[in-house]
């Protein structure tokens, strides 16, 4: 018998960002015993073109904060969960998949309903069989094409191929410890996020799992309750922290591990982008395994995308 792993820590007090102060590392939420090995991310002010400042963030090869890159969009400050409420009744209260769980590292369990009843339970902080709500990877282009006109294309090189999701939780909801294939930078549009990253080198202690998830590698490791006897190379491993608010723009390098916790319910997207070259060299590996998963010969009971 191992010893047991610490509750997570309590949440922050309300974090709304006025602009006066900035971030710090008291408004995380981690492992207490990984606080003395946290060091924020570095960060800049937006000046000139977003896309600018994402290209140098990309060309050092680690992640980066540009604070109010994005402070400019319409989606910003818009698309909140009562935005998401008061769209019943109309063309764009669409059915979702809500996810129940940590689907990177637990069982996969799903709901569908409309936005509105999503955010109205959200706002009432009623949640389904007990479990909390979470919309995740939402395809903006396919599904909220009215929140796609919100967002311009400033954020990547014009000759990257973009792909662009829409998430929506209460304060609490997790997305586990994973990476991804592609360039990704994530913009809060409501409320607060914190996202702790580590290298690719860090693959062997965040301890892979066989779960899939096109382009991407899940993590059983959380640093939020370490378990000492099975990640216990984690609790001496340096980590990046990065505390986003309205506007914020994280961008991440490809194959960087990170895991998304909400501070502050509200919502966000992501952007993944693909330059050409990338799509040669991943894309065919990625469309094979994707089109085996859809016909249920490759992994189709351990996955994230069907419960």
Same mark, same amino acid.
């Given at each position: 018998?191992?010893?047991?792993?610490?509750?997570?820590? #309590?949440?922050?007090?309300? !974090?709304?960002?006025?602009?006066?102060?900035? %971030? $710090?590392? @008291?408004? *995380?939420?981690?492992?207490?015993?990984?606080?003395?090995?946290?060091?924020?991310?570095?960060?800049?002010?937006?000046?000139?073109?977003?896309?600018?400042?994402?290209?140098?963030?990309?060309?050092?090869?680690?992640?980066?904060?540009?604070?109010?890159?994005?402070?400019?969009?319409?989606?910003?400050?818009?698309?909140?969960?009562?935005?998401?409420?008061?769209?019943?009744?109309?063309?764009?209260?669409?059915?979702?998949?809500?996810?129940?769980?940590?689907?990177?590292?637990?069982?996969?369990?799903?709901?569908?309903?409309?936005?509105?009843?999503?955010?109205?339970?959200?706002?009432?902080?009623?949640?389904?069989?007990?479990?909390?709500?979470?919309?995740?990877?939402?395809?903006?282009?396919?599904?909220?094409?009215?929140?796609?006109?919100?967002?311009?294309?400033?954020?990547? #090189?014009?000759?990257?191929? !973009?792909?662009?999701?829409?998430?929506?939780? %209460? $304060?609490? @909801?997790? *997305?586990?410890?994973?990476?991804?294939?592609?360039?990704?930078?994530?913009?809060?549009?409501?409320?607060?996020?914190?996202?702790?990253?580590?290298?690719?080198?860090?693959?062997?202690?965040?301890?892979?799992?066989?779960?899939?998830?096109?382009?991407?590698?899940?993590?059983?490791?959380?640093?939020?309750?370490?378990?000492?006897?099975?990640?216990?190379?984690?609790?001496?491993?340096?980590?990046?922290?990065?505390?986003?608010?309205?506007?914020?723009?994280?961008?991440?390098?490809?194959?960087?591990?990170?895991?998304?916790?909400?501070?502050?319910?509200?919502?966000?997207?992501?952007?993944?982008?693909?330059?050409?070259?990338?799509?040669?060299?991943?894309?065919?590996?990625?469309?094979?395994?994707?089109?085996?998963?859809?016909?249920?010969?490759?992994?189709?009971?351990?996955?994230?995308?069907?419960?």
């Amino acid at each position: 018998m191992g010893s047991a792993s610490p509750s997570p820590p #309590p949440l922050p007090p309300n !974090l709304l960002w006025t602009g006066t102060h900035a %971030p $710090s590392i @008291s408004h *995380t939420v981690i492992d207490e015993r990984l606080r003395a090995r946290m060091q924020l991310c570095p960060e800049e002010g937006l000046e000139g073109e977003l896309r600018n400042h994402v290209a140098r963030a990309l060309g050092a090869g680690a992640p980066r904060v540009i604070r109010g890159g994005a402070k400019h969009w319409p989606a910003v400050g818009r698309w909140t969960i009562p935005f998401l409420a008061a769209l019943r009744g109309t063309p764009a209260d669409v059915s979702v998949d809500v996810a129940l769980s940590n689907e990177e590292c637990r069982t996969t369990m799903k709901v569908v309903m409309l936005l509105s009843e999503f955010a109205e339970r959200v706002a009432a902080r009623t949640p389904a069989d007990g479990k909390q709500l979470y919309v995740k990877q939402v395809n903006v282009a396919y599904t909220l094409p009215d929140l796609q006109r919100d967002i311009p294309c400033d954020v990547f #090189p014009e000759l990257a191929a !973009l792909t662009t999701y829409f998430w929506a939780g %209460p $304060s609490g @909801s997790v *997305t586990g410890f994973h990476n991804d294939d592609e360039d990704n930078a994530l913009v809060v549009l409501d409320g607060a996020k914190q996202v702790i990253m580590l290298p690719p080198s860090a693959a062997p202690i965040l301890d892979v799992n066989a779960k899939y998830d096109s382009g991407t590698l899940c993590c059983d490791a959380d640093p939020l309750c370490v378990d000492a006897e099975r990640h216990a190379e984690l609790l001496g491993q340096s980590v990046t922290v990065a505390v986003l608010y309205p506007g914020d723009v994280l961008v991440l390098p490809k194959d960087w591990f990170h895991h998304v916790y909400t501070l502050q319910t509200g919502t966000s997207v992501n952007i993944f982008a693909a330059l050409p070259w990338d799509l040669l060299m991943r894309g065919p590996k990625r469309w094979l395994l994707q089109a085996l998963h859809a016909i249920g010969l490759f992994k189709r009971g351990n996955c994230v995308c069907h419960a």
